[in-house]
């Protein structure tokens, strides 16, 4: 079982850019799946998840910059995320069940 993330940059702040997190050896189907970020000194953080039936819940910081969504057909997460701020410079891992992606950077420069 793999998650395997990317899509990560350096990105100015204002800007954006789109994660994504592929499934393999995984029933995509049936997880809740979730974008989580570590920068260095804190904690990992919830950033935004996805039900099976579609319900979304976002981290407070990011709500109404970043989107989450699926592909459960192709076994895709995505993160679109927009009005990119310093402060989301970060490490982003993709979850799904107990299994964790090895992690996309996104660097934000001001």
């Known amino acids: 079982v793999q998650l395997q993330a990317s899509g990560g940059g350096l990105v100015q702040a204002g800007g954006s850019l789109r994660l994504s997190c592929k499934a393999i050896?995984?029933?995509?189907?049936?997880?809740?799946v979730a974008w989580y970020r570590q920068s260095p000194g804190t904690q990992r953080e919830m950033v935004a998840s996805?039900?099976?039936?579609?319900?979304?819940d976002y981290t407070d910081s990011v709500k109404g910059r970043f989107t989450i969504s699926r592909d459960n057909a192709r076994r895709i997460l995505y993160l679109q995320m927009n009005s990119l701020k310093a402060e989301d410079t970060a490490v982003y891992y993709c979850?799904?069940?107990?299994?964790w992606g090895r992690g996309t950077l996104v660097t934000v420069s001001s």
């Open positions: 979850k799904a069940l107990t299994t």
């Open positions: 050896g995984l029933n995509f189907a049936i997880a809740t």
């Open positions: 996805i039900s099976i039936s579609g319900n979304t």
